[in-house]
């Protein structure tokens, strides 16, 4: 007979994360573009996400999930980005670094070498490969430090240490930003800054560096992902630089799934 509807399959079910995603954002958004009535996001946590297509794909069930890149999940699994006609989800990507105001006259050290912060795709997941398999994400974090020294020191050389300035970094539980946060921490360390790191969600990490309770986030994905919060903080935002370009969010499904396009989920 006919192969069962994908919607029927998974329930009429994206297996989404963290509700104040942009990713979130945008897929309400391809619902709406693509007329999926039936369908819903289910929020969870990117950490329930990528149990939950482990669970699948250990057993070749179907599954579509709320994915991005750089994540290691493309290096354990066989997936693929399903197309996104409508545009719902944006092209290609940059991730910016977010600094409060006054984070320029106030810790100059600092903002040079954030200024200064590019890396790629491959250079982060090193890292997330590592903490994924197991590794604490600071010792990863370190590894890929040691490894690439003269990386590193593009970005500080000629920047002068300080003697036990504070920096607070604000991360939302992305596979990516762990890792990003986690890198950045150590190498303002070694230039003698006292970092603080706290975890919370989209939304408290964006007002976090606009009511300067924080000084900086790493995972600004812009110019669609984040549009909302940069359009409602904007004037309290120091956009200090993109650390890296052409990453992705979409649809997401492991290869051995026949639908190729976001269309495809409309019977
Ligand atoms: C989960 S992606 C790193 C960012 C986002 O969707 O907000």
């Given at each position: 007979?006919?192969?069962?509807?994908?919607?029927?399959?998974?329930?009429?079910?994206?297996t989404?994360?963290?509700?104040g995603?942009?990713?979130?954002?945008?897929?309400?958004?391809?619902?709406?573009?693509?007329?999926?009535?039936?369908?819903?996001?289910?929020?969870?946590?990117?950490?329930?996400?990528?149990?939950?297509?482990?669970?699948?794909?250990?057993?070749?069930?179907?599954?579509?999930?709320?994915?991005?890149?750089?994540?290691?999940?493309?290096a354990?699994?066989?997936?693929?980005?399903?197309?996104?006609?409508?545009?719902?989800?944006?092209?290609?990507?940059?991730?910016?670094?977010?600094?409060?105001?006054?984070?320029?006259?106030?810790?100059?050290?600092?903002?040079?070498?954030?200024?200064?912060?590019?890396?790629?795709?491959?250079?982060?997941?090193e890292?997330?490969?590592?903490?994924?398999?197991g590794?604490?994400p600071?010792?990863?974090?370190?590894?890929?430090i040691d490894?690439?020294e003269?990386?590193?020191?593009?970005?500080?050389?000629?920047?002068?240490?300080?003697?036990?300035?504070?920096?607070?970094?604000?991360?939302?539980?992305?596979?990516?930003?762990?890792?990003?946060?986690?890198?950045?921490?150590?190498?303002?360390?070694d230039?003698?800054?006292?970092?603080?790191?706290?975890?919370?969600?989209?939304?408290?990490?964006?007002?976090?560096?606009?009511d300067?309770?924080?000084?900086?986030?790493?995972?600004?994905?812009?110019?669609?992902?984040?549009?909302?919060?940069?359009?409602?903080?904007?004037?309290?935002?120091?956009?200090?630089?993109?650390?890296?370009?052409?990453?992705?969010?979409?649809?997401?499904?492991?290869?051995?799934?026949?639908?190729?396009s976001?269309?495809?989920?409309?019977?």
């Amino acid at each position: 007979g006919a192969t069962e509807s994908i919607g029927k399959a998974v329930d009429y079910k994206i297996t989404g994360i963290d509700p104040g995603a942009g990713i979130m954002e945008a897929t309400d958004r391809a619902l709406e573009d693509y007329n999926l009535e039936k369908w819903d996001v289910v929020t969870g946590s990117g950490a329930a996400m990528t149990a939950a297509l482990k669970k699948a794909y250990d057993k070749e069930e179907p599954i579509i999930v709320t994915g991005w890149s750089p994540h290691w999940k493309f290096a354990k699994y066989d997936l693929k980005y399903l197309e996104d006609p409508e545009g719902s989800y944006g092209g290609a990507e940059e991730i910016h670094t977010i600094g409060r105001l006054g984070l320029e006259e106030d810790l100059p050290e600092a903002y040079q070498v954030l200024k200064n912060f590019h890396w790629t795709e491959e250079d982060m997941a090193e890292i997330m490969v590592e903490i994924i398999d197991g590794e604490d994400p600071k010792v990863a974090a370190q590894n890929w430090i040691d490894a690439n020294e003269d990386k590193v020191a593009e970005w500080t050389d000629g920047v002068e240490k300080v003697d036990g300035d504070t920096i607070k970094f604000v991360y939302v539980a992305w596979d990516s930003t762990v890792a990003s946060t986690n890198m950045m921490a150590l190498v303002l360390e070694d230039l003698g800054y006292k970092v603080e790191m706290s975890q919370v969600e989209a939304g408290p990490m964006y007002t976090a560096v606009a009511d300067g309770s924080a000084d900086v986030l790493l995972a600004g994905w812009l110019p669609i992902t984040h549009a909302t919060y940069m359009e409602k903080f904007e004037d309290k935002l120091d956009d200090i630089g993109v650390s890296m370009e052409d990453v992705k969010i979409g649809l997401v499904v492991p290869t051995y799934m026949e639908i190729d396009s976001i269309e495809d989920l409309k019977e």
